[in-house]
């Protein structure tokens, strides 16, 4: 969903608060009220890892979660800043003020309230850079995160409730609305099963699943994503994204883009009951081109024992092939506003839901493609009010 910040303009013709024509004369206030968000500074459980349920993005629920506000007013023309301000949201209203008679507005959410300071202009407000770990946030107090140190290892558990959000307007009318949407999008696994040939080379073979993580995934993004209200497509313009983890492994960097080790799930053979413990994770996007490297496209890994050799399942995201049914087969040639394409690639604010069935041996490394006739995935991508499913197959 995308969360809406109605904006009113309120003009004054008094001395302290003149209205202001083009050539600038005075300054104005906006009044600005969240819609469709629930202000929420209490610390939410979490489940073990980010595995069960899938959550909601209902209205002041889970992924519609908003714990802070950070308004950024420029001058639309030159960029330069009017002001930029984390209000109280406890009554989910506040009026800002600006200098210029049709301000740039830009709205975050879920971020570190320290993370504009000595702001500029809108293009240092944009170069900013978030890191991914702040997913792992714990607790909100007094307009702070509580943020862990990032040290490999010790993040284990993504939080629905922490997801960074951004959304901009120009505000050229007195009637107004701010869409923020996610930086970040969901990718997430409902179910894994075997299909091996009772007639073919693997008709005696098992696997056991051992671990499901994300690799290939940038830990951090610029705010570059500017969601303009009158931008078509609405993904037009991508982030920066960089530093590249995995979450395999206890060693990991990232290991909340893992499950943790699986244990207790029973060895698939012939054709089997399916694994749907949920397994999701959160990402910053990227998209994949013809000279992208396969180590660097963003991926969920299915890895496993296969007749006791350690194998892997790499699914690329957003990529469009043999074998791989998206949407239930509705979308079958690139989808610049969904990122989907033959390289693959993850577009924020959306959300994707695999489903795997395994017909061969996998992989021998996680950087090893595995051939579209060896596994079968059905990928379903959608704006995040709406759900993307991707089928894989591996044959």
Known sequence: MSVLLSIGLLT????????????????????????????????????????????????????ATIQNVIIGVFNATTGEVDNITMPTLSSLATTVTAKSSNPKIVVVANVPSETFKDVKNLSDFLAKTE???????????????????????????????????????????????????????????????????????????????????MAGVPTESTYNTPWEA?????????????????????????????????????????????????????????????????????????????????????????????GTKINDGTITADDVDKGINSFGGVKPNQTYGLTVTIKAKGATTVNDDVKPSDINVTVGVANWSNTLTQDVIFN
Not at 17 to 23: I, P, W
Not at 275 to 290: E, G, K, L, R
């Open 12 to 63: 004054s013709c008094s001395s302290s608060d003149t209205v202001e024509t083009a050539e600038n004369t005075g300054p104005h206030k906006f009044q600005l009220t969240l819609q469709g968000a629930q202000y929420n500074n209490v610390n939410s459980a979490k489940a073990t890892r980010t595995s069960g349920a899938l959550p909601t993005d209902a209205t002041g629920k889970d992924e």
């Open 131 to 213: 890191n991914l770990n702040i997913t792992t946030s714990t607790a909100y107090a007094t307009g702070i995160f509580t943020i862990p140190t990032f040290v490999a290892g010790t993040a284990t558990t993504q939080s629905k409730d922490y997801l960074p959000m951004i959304g901009s307007t120009v505000a050229n009318s007195d009637n107004l609305s701010i869409s923020l949407y996610r930086m970040v999008s969901r990718v997430a696994i409902t179910s894994i099963k075997t299909e091996f040939d009772a007639n073919g080379a693997y008709a005696a073979s098992s696997f056991t699943p051992t671990e499901i993580f």
């Open 230 to 322: 009158t931008t078509t497509p609405a993904y037009a313009i991508m982030p920066t994204t960089t530093n590249l983890v995995s979450g395999e492994g206890s060693s990991a960097d990232a290991p909340y883009l893992s499950s943790g080790e699986l244990t207790g799930i029973t060895s698939m053979t012939g054709t089997s009951t399916a694994y749907t413990t949920n397994h999701y994770f959160y990402v910053f996007p990227s998209i994949s081109s013809s000279t992208t490297d396969f180590k660097n496209k963003i991926r969920l890994v299915i890895k496993g024992t296969f007749d006791g050799n350690t194998v892997y399942y790499p699914v690329v995201i957003g990529r469009l092939q043999s």
